[in-house]
């Protein structure tokens, strides 16, 4: 009960406003992809899986991309980059006089969890602190502001690296840049920061000093997973973002009962949902919005594209490609296979080397393949089509384009023609 008027009464300011210049891209920082979704997808996910739901995404190198992107999320831009503590002001016109929590996140810290921001925020209340700041302890804490705490263990304050005295550098507790404020206290507290550093910049984490000085309670959270703590500044940052993420989400499909045979070359983003006793062999591609059911055979060297559906019993073997396309309980597609825009039925046998070509130029053309369907070696399937139930398609025939094959009929040929047809009583099974 706790958490809930906690969350009720939190708003998130997302910081996204950084240039990204070591990115060497022309495309916004927090906008470059890890496992299929941008970064700040990422972050903006786990606040609102944490409870929060109003949040502000502060912008200002590529703003206009950003906006289009984050549709139904309220963006402003900071019009000149003075320093986190600028944007956060920027943030002030839309609260509108709110006076509960103000959760800060970095756009560019995609590995923060939803239960970390829980509990960042239930410690904030629960010790009725001005500010709550996380923290995490790293065995090389180079690029990261320090926590300075005093000789009882209270923050006392947050020092970038660059203006830290050789002392300072040496501590190895940094600030993830994640903190939860109470609103009227930030807001105020911010009208009294200077640009006293090395960078001429108004520092969000001054007001931590400020809180001190005015001996209000400043309290701090330390996660335990460093990754959380990972910023994205360089393309090697994102490299490491991508690895830990991927880590992340095999061990929550074995945990859900997921036979992953060799995790190094497997990759699943996040999004995908595969069912228990599913085996998913080497070097393996399943990405979001993809779902597997139960006792199935993935790969190896399979790639499962967006829209997928997948049945429980069903077997897909090496070199298929599958994109937007549903396949029935039981059936197999086991060799070099690509099926796109498809729906598959159950008890359907795919032979290897068989193509839907669903693109006619213009547009994605869909194939229906009926249950009990067998489809041999080599086959073309060209969209739009219909392979009606119990059907039989020739090794090597090219099924053209609205020439749909009745149930139980075979065609064999290039063009493929009828040269059999059986009834086939009620539904295949």
């Not at 708003?11 to 996204?16: F, N, Q, S, T, Y």
């Not at 502060?58 to 984050?70: F, I, P, Y």
């Not at 790969?299 to 073997?317: H, K, L, S, W, Y």
């Not at 749909?404 to 493929?416: E, H, R, S």
């Amino acid at each position: 009960m706790i958490i809930r008027k906690t969350m009720k009464d939190t708003i998130a300011i997302v910081l996204a406003a950084g240039r990204g210049t070591r990115m060497k891209s022309g495309i916004p920082k927090v906008m470059h992809e890890i496992l299929g979704i941008p970064m700040i997808e990422h972050v903006l996910s786990s606040i609102r899986d944490a409870g929060v739901k109003d949040i502000t995404v502060v912008t200002g190198h590529g703003s206009e991309a950003l906006k289009k992107s984050l549709k139904g999320t309220k963006v402003l831009r900071q019009k000149n980059l003075l320093g986190s503590g600028d944007a956060v002001n920027t943030a002030r016109v839309s609260l509108k006089g709110f006076g509960g929590n103000v959760l800060v996140v970095c756009g560019d810290t995609p590995l923060l969890k939803s239960d970390t921001i829980k509990n960042l925020v239930r410690k904030h209340e629960t010790s009725r602190a001005t500010a709550t700041v996380l923290t995490v302890t790293l065995k090389d804490p180079a690029g990261y502001g320090r926590i300075v705490r005093d000789s009882d263990g209270k923050v006392m304050k947050i020092v970038e690296e660059k203006d830290a005295p050789i002392y300072e550098k040496v501590i190895t507790e940094i600030n993830v840049g994640t903190y939860c404020f109470k609103g009227t206290d930030l807001f105020r507290a911010l009208a009294g920061v200077k640009p006293d550093n090395n960078k001429k910049e108004y520092y969000l984490t001054d007001v931590i000093g400020i809180f001190n000085r005015e001996r209000k309670a400043v309290e701090s959270l330390e996660t335990d997973d460093s990754d959380e703590a990972i910023g994205i500044n360089t393309r090697k940052d994102l490299a490491l973002a991508t690895a830990s993420l991927k880590n992340r989400t095999l061990e929550r499909v074995m945990a859900f009962g997921v036979t992953i045979e060799d995790p190094s070359s497997t990759t699943i983003y996040p999004g995908a949902r595969i069912g228990r006793d599913s085996v998913i062999r080497p070097n393996t591609l399943i990405e979001s919005d993809v779902t597997i059911g139960r006792n199935c055979s993935i790969g190896p060297f399979t790639r499962i594209r967006p829209g997928a559906r997948i049945g429980d019993g069903v077997e897909v073997g090496n070199f298929v490609e599958l994109v937007r396309t549903a396949v029935g309980d039981n059936s197999k597609i086991k060799h070099h296979t690509y099926l796109g825009d498809t729906s598959v039925g159950k008890n359907v046998n795919i032979g290897a080397g068989t193509i839907v070509a669903n693109f006619d130029g213009v547009r994605k053309n869909r194939t229906v393949v009926g249950d009990s369907a067998f489809i041999g070696i080599g086959a073309r399937l060209i969209a739009p089509l219909r392979i009606g139930r119990g059907a039989l398609v020739g090794a090597g025939s090219v099924v053209c384009k609205n020439h749909d094959v009745p149930d139980g009929a075979t065609v064999v040929g290039v063009p493929a023609r009828v040269i059999r047809k059986k009834k086939v009583l009620g539904r295949a099974r």
